[in-house]
């Protein structure tokens, strides 16, 4: 992780450590710390209802409904 760190523009670094000094929401939080954890279940979630349920044909359906909602919630 570091070295990916060391390889990020000044500019960018100065932004991540920014949020370090700031207390963030622990919802957020939250989701940052359990990020594959969400995403599995959100995928498993989602192809449940539009592969598995719905039977649909197109076997990314399930990935385009994820995005749509995602976008949905801005």
């Known amino acids: 992780?570091?070295?990916f760190i060391k390889r990020l523009p000044l500019d960018i670094i100065l932004?991540?450590?920014s949020y370090t000094y700031?207390?963030?929401n622990k919802d957020l939080l939250y989701d940052i710390i359990n990020y594959?954890?969400?995403?599995t279940l959100l995928l498993e979630f989602y192809h449940k209802i539009?592969?598995?349920d719905i039977q649909s044909q197109d076997l990314e359906e399930d990935k385009k409904w994820l995005i749509n909602d995602i976008f949905c919630l801005f």
Not at 36 to 39: F, L
């Open 15 to 17: 932004q991540i450590i």
């Open 50 to 52: 539009w592969i598995i």
């Open 22 to 24: 700031n207390f963030q």
């Open 1 to 3: 992780m570091k070295d």
């Open 36 to 39: 594959k954890e969400i995403k």
